[in-house]
Nanobody, 114 residues
Framework: VQLQASGGGLVQAGGSLRLSCAAS????????VGWYRQAPGKQREVVAR???????YYADAVKGRFTISRDIAKNTLYLQMNSLKPEDTATYYC?????????WGQGTQVTVSS
């Protein structure tokens, strides 16, 4: 099983990025998925989650700016990030929870300049 995250980069404050996470060896289906981030010197934190019953959760810091979605046919998870702020700078990871197993992507760097 591999999750390949992509779409990160350097963007100015106020800009947008869309992260993608493609799965191989497994299917996202309707399993619980999420995006997490980790800034230097900080613990990894949840950014957004999408549950198996399609309920979404967003961290307060990103509510109204980020949107998590999945394309079951393309077997890809997305994170649309708008109105980016310097404090969004971090490495972003996707995660799939399937039954009792957790699978993580390798991370993609997002840097927001002021």
């Amino acid at each position: 099983v591999q999750l390949q995250a992509s779409g990160g980069g350097l963007v100015q404050a106020g800009g947008s990025l869309r992260l993608s996470c493609a799965a191989s060896g497994t299917r996202f289906g309707l399993n619980a998925v999420g995006w997490y981030r980790q800034a230097p010197g900080k613990q990894r934190e949840v950014v957004a989650r999408l549950s198996s019953d399609r309920e979404s959760y967003y961290a307060d810091a990103v509510k109204g700016r980020f949107t998590i979605s999945r394309d079951i046919a393309k077997n890809t998870l997305y994170l649309q990030m708008n109105s980016l702020k310097p404090e969004d700078t971090a490495t972003y990871y996707c995660k799939l929870t399937k039954h009792t197993e957790e699978y993580w992507g390798q991370g993609t760097q997002v840097t927001v300049s002021s």
